[in-house]
């Protein structure tokens, strides 16, 4: 077992993540993705700025199609 780091939001880091992993690992038949982030948050009030959540749906939520 082996992890690795992607920065999701970066397209040409994904398209380095993907030759990385299959330079690495030829055979790789199973790749699980167990990624995304979380931000303090108060429920009882709501924000002006909804960037943080948009973060945490686009990321946990699309992933890279986000």
């Known amino acids: 077992m082996k992890y690795l780091t992607l920065d999701i939001e ?3 880091a994904i398209k380095a993540f993907a ?3 299959a330079a690495e690992f030829p055979a790789l038949n199973v ?3 167990n ?3 979380m931000r ?3 429920l009882l009030e709501q924000p002006d ?3 943080d959540a948009e973060a ?3 990321t946990n939520l699309l ?3 986000g």
Do not use: H, K, M, Y
């Open 56 to 58: 945490i749906v686009t």
């Open 31 to 33: 790749l699980v993705n």
């Open 19 to 21: 030759n990385q992993v």
């Open 35 to 37: 990624a995304g982030i």
């Open 63 to 65: 992933g890279r199609f």
């Open 10 to 12: 970066d397209p040409a």
């Open 40 to 42: 303090p948050e108060t």
């Open 49 to 51: 700025d909804l960037s």
